[in-house]
Structures are given as structure tokens and as C-alpha cells.
């Protein structure tokens, strides 16, 4: 994984568009230096001579189901204390393709988690033609006006289940905010939300301890 990194790290400094993949998010870790302290500090150590803004990173992320501890994990928050990294995470086909597209030509490297368990539950017809879905932006996928949820990746699915168990059994009206980006993360978009609705819970796969969700709810709160 070390050298797929190094290696896509060094196509886009030269100048190529670089689409490296490591087959599981959860075999990233052996990659980590690389894509810490060289990828997102290429440009800032170079003083702007050099950059590889032009690598995209796939990896699969979160649960399936099966696979145990090697299968399973979440790591999108190791890489948000890093800056120069972008972090992706779509919840369908839909938006995989208009995100990976973002990545690909954005000037800055990207990395894009793949849930692996929408490769076999998400079904829905994507588009043909070429379009984009801007980094850094979140979607509402359900509007409401008691409560705020957000998530990412599989868990978007699970929140607007979520939301519509709560509006059958407790008339509950909640909205679902999916993320999209981890870094840089729409703050503005989800504290207008929470200013409408005054309550937030935000869900997530990855452990708790450290786990995103906790930056999102300190910085609201």
C-alpha cells in the first residue's frame, strides 16, 4: 500500500492524473506517511514549485456485514487532522460518480471512501453524461424541522430510515443532512439547519473516540 502511493504520489508530481487504489480502506494504514507527509505536503514544503494535486486515492470504507476487524472500519478521521487532504464519502452511485469526478480534477489530493456495502445494496441509474458535484458541499436529503441528522456514506441510508420511524411512531418532522466531504466539512450548511431546528445528533460508523462526529457537534455546539 506503501507503494501505491508512493507511486501514484510521484505520477501526479510529474504531472499526470494519478487514480491510485487500495483495495481496503481498512489496508490503508501502511500508506499513511505517504499520503500524510508527502501528498498533502508537497506544495507547502516546495513553496509552491511542485504539487500533486492531481492524485485521487480510492479505497473502500465502513462495514459490509461480514469481514471482521480487517473489513469493517472507518478511518476517514485519522486523515481530517491533516491539512491538504480532502476526504470524500458518497452514499450511492449518484453522487460516486459526481464526487470521484470532483476529485479527479481538483488541485488538491483527494481521498475517496467507497462504502463497500453499496456496491451491492445501491441500485439506481446514473447518468451518462459528465457532470460534477462540488467538494465541500453537504446535500439535505429530507427536510424537517425538529431535529438535525447528519451522517455519511452507508449510515445516510440508515438516518432517513431513522427519520421516517420517528415521523410513523413520535410525528416526529427530522432532517437528514448527508455530508459528502469530511474535509473540508459544510459547516454552514449544517449550522443553519441546527438554527432551524435548535437539536443535532450526528451518526456515524467509525468509533466513537475521536470519531468525526465529534468535531462536527463541537463546532455547532
Known amino acids: 500500500m506503501n507503494g501505491i502511493a508512493g507511486f501514484g504520489i510521484g505520477v501526479a508530481a510529474a504531472g499526470a492524473t494519478a487514480i491510485a487504489e487500495i483495495q481496503f480502506g481498512d489496508y490503508i494504514f501502511p500508506a499513511y506517511d505517504q499520503l500524510v507527509n508527502e501528498a498533502a505536503k508537497f506544495r507547502y514544503r516546495s513553496g509552491n514549485q511542485f504539487d500533486c494535486g492531481k492524485l485521487t486515492v480510492r479505497t473502500t470504507w465502513g462495514a459490509v456485514g461480514h469481514g471482521a476487524l480487517y473489513h469493517?472500519?472507518?478511518?476517514?478521521a485519522n486523515f481530517t487532522h491533516t491539512p491538504?487532504?480532502?476526504l470524500v464519502v458518497p452514499r450511492g452511485p449518484i453522487q460516486a460518480k459526481g464526487?470521484?469526478?470532483?476529485?479527479?480534477r481538483d488541485p488538491n489530493p483527494c481521498i475517496f471512501f467507497e462504502p463497500k456495502i453499496l456496491?451491492?445494496?445501491?441500485?439506481?441509474?446514473?447518468?451518462?453524461?459528465?457532470?460534477?458535484?462540488?467538494?465541500?458541499?453537504?446535500?439535505?436529503v429530507r427536510t424537517g424541522n425538529d431535529l438535525t441528522l447528519v451522517a455519511w456514506?452507508?449510515?445516510v441510508h440508515v438516518a432517513l430510515e431513522a427519520a421516517q420511524m420517528a415521523k410513523d411512531k413520535l410525528s416526529a418532522d427530522v432532517e437528514v443532512i448527508d455530508l459528502q466531504t469530511i474535509q473540508p466539512?459544510?459547516?454552514?450548511?449544517?449550522?443553519?439547519?441546527?438554527?432551524k431546528t435548535g437539536r443535532l445528533i450526528v451518526t456515524h460508523?467509525?468509533?466513537i473516540s475521536s470519531g468525526f462526529g465529534a468535531e462536527i457537534a463541537s463546532t455547532v455546539q
Open 72 to 76: 469493517s472500519q472507518s478511518p476517514e
Open 84 to 86: 491538504g487532504l480532502k
Open 99 to 104: 464526487l470521484l469526478l470532483s476529485c479527479i
Open 119 to 140: 456496491y451491492r445494496l445501491a441500485a439506481e441509474d446514473v447518468p451518462t453524461g459528465d457532470y460534477t458535484i462540488p467538494l465541500g458541499q453537504a446535500e439535505t
Open 153 to 155: 456514506g452507508t449510515q
Open 185 to 195: 466539512w459544510d459547516e454552514d450548511h449544517v449550522v443553519e439547519s441546527v438554527q
Open 205 to 207: 460508523e467509525a468509533p
